[in-house]
């Protein structure tokens, strides 16, 4: 394996924050996405994102470089549930509120095995060709978020029309948005209005059927259907997080494709619908992770 390029960058200015993580070594090469908490308690320090992202890392860390698929499911498993095990609150806390979990996100490549797992929505691009792994909650949710967001512009811009105005119109407020450029609103109120959804979403982890979804929290189903791509040597292979939700071959494209996002839809509500969007004072809407690497 040798690697062409990585980075790995927290949206905030504190690194300690970042929920994203990297690993590579000559086993193994992974992407860990620390899932962003919803959380009501607020059981983890720093965040929930956190902690799963550094117990993961230590998991790959020990991997024997004949590990399986379902070793690396087992073993996060058995990491999470001593986390819970050790919590003030106790394993049957968290075993009854899935909301207040440790969640996290994988792509692992192994060099044995030839195989690299998506264990929920990270990215893989192998000789320019991408996997797709939106997951339809997801989808769901950014295109509500997306309809609360261009309602609530609509009434903003209705109260700044003058008696005779001509009414508004969605076109109108794309228009808007586009001048208005890079310009990032401070907050999320369309967030806030979906986030008993994003709560929600919360029952439908490790579970089959049309809104259910892989993710590593503990109590995953150990017979649950894991993607694998076959990696060939010689192959070019990208992994990532969904921080760069337009996935390229190169680094620098990525981050291209993310830039033009911020000026051209910072709110995330139009060509990349999104259940957050670009914020004042954060890098970016997410935490992003890319690596580039010949098998």
Known sequence: ???????????HTDQTLNEDGLFVSDRFAAVVDGVTGKSVRHPWD???GVVAK????????????????????????????????????????????????????AVVYSVSKGEAWLFGDCQIMVNGVQTPTLKKVDELLGDL????????RLMEAGKKRDAEGEQDTLDDVGDAETAAGARMPPDDPAREMILPFLRLQSQFANRRGEYGYFVFDGFTDPTYPIHVV???PGDEVVLASDGYPLLAPTLDDSEHELERLRRE???LIREY??????????????DRTYLRFIA
């Open 46 to 48: 720093p965040s929930g």
């Open 145 to 152: 978020r997306s309809f609360a967001a261009q309602a609530l």
């Open 273 to 286: 619908r999104s259940t957050k969007g670009f914020t004042a004072g954060l890098k970016s809407f997410d």
């Open 54 to 105: 550094e117990a993961m890392l230590d998991v790959l860390a020990s991997l024997p470089a004949d590990a399986g698929m379902r070793d690396v499911q087992y073993l996060v498993d058995e990491r999470f549930r001593a986390a819970y095990q050790a919590h003030p609150l106790g394993p049957s806390f968290f075993e009854h509120e899935p909301l207040e979990r440790l969640q996290a996100n």
């Open 265 to 267: 839809d910072p709110q």
């Open 1 to 11: 394996m040798r690697i062409i390029e990585q980075c790995c960058r927290g949206k």
């Open 230 to 232: 076959l990696v060939r």
